[in-house]
């Protein structure tokens, strides 16, 4: 479901168009009995300079939601990449969020972005704390102009049960180049031009790992 669709739920349910996860809950029973894990990819190669502001106000909103609405062991994980990738957010639960202090991103830019080392480092991550995840979900906030090998590419994207490109300032269904590939067609891109429209994403893909829906309190 793109997010425009979101939006026309929102409206529906007596939100507006700058409704936010601020406002929204997981209805519905939670059909995930094991831990949840979200994890988010922040592309900070020199084309995504404008949307840094964004991510961090969305960044702002998700945390309170995830500490409302989740588990307590349930977890976040967070990376920063470019040419290179900077795992700043270890696997967190959600029930230690407030004090969790995420590190400054240390990977190098280049002429080209590659997305393999954030899934990479993602994966290390929690195998260094013991694969709890019994559902995994990537949001990975990028214009997705990737220079990876597609081959090496699509196993490490099947770690993840469900994964959204967040894709600024651009119509949701727009695919890179790299996502053309039909073994990546269950990767879901969808645009987004304000933080409020990202974390309804976030927001979206919790919902789908729990097995609830989003919606406003």
């Not at 959204?164 to 119509?171: Q, S």
């Not at 990767?187 to 989003?214: C, I, N, P």
């Amino acid at each position: 479901m793109a997010v425009a669709a979101a939006g026309v739920i929102w409206y529906l349910n007596g939100g507006g168009q700058r409704a936010s996860l601020g406002e929204a809950t997981l209805a519905g029973a939670r059909q995930v009995q094991g831990v949840v894990c979200l994890d988010v990819a922040g592309d900070f190669s020199g084309s995504m300079d404008d949307s840094v502001e964004m991510r961090d106000e969305a960044l702002a909103l998700l945390k309170p939601f995830m500490a409302r609405e989740l588990r307590p062991d349930d977890l976040l994980a967070s990376v920063t990449f470019a040419r290179t990738a900077s795992l700043t957010l270890p696997p967190t639960p959600v029930g230690s969020l407030a004090e969790a202090v995420e590190e400054p991103g240390s990977q190098e830019d280049g002429q080209y972005t590659y997305f393999i080392p954030a899934l990479k480092a993602l994966d290390r991550a929690h195998a260094e704390d013991g694969e709890k995840c019994v559902r995994r979900v990537l949001v990975a906030i990028t214009d997705g102009e990737f220079e990876d090998d597609v081959d090496k590419l699509v196993p490490l994207v099947r770690h993840f049960d469900l994964v959204y490109l967040a894709v600024p300032d651009e119509a949701t269904g727009y695919r890179p180049t790299v996502f053309t590939d039909a073994r990546l067609a269950a990767v879901v891109t969808e645009g987004f031009d304000s933080a409020e429209e990202l974390s309804l994403l976030y927001g979206k893909a919790l919902a789908a790992a729990t097995g609830q829906r989003l919606a406003r309190e």
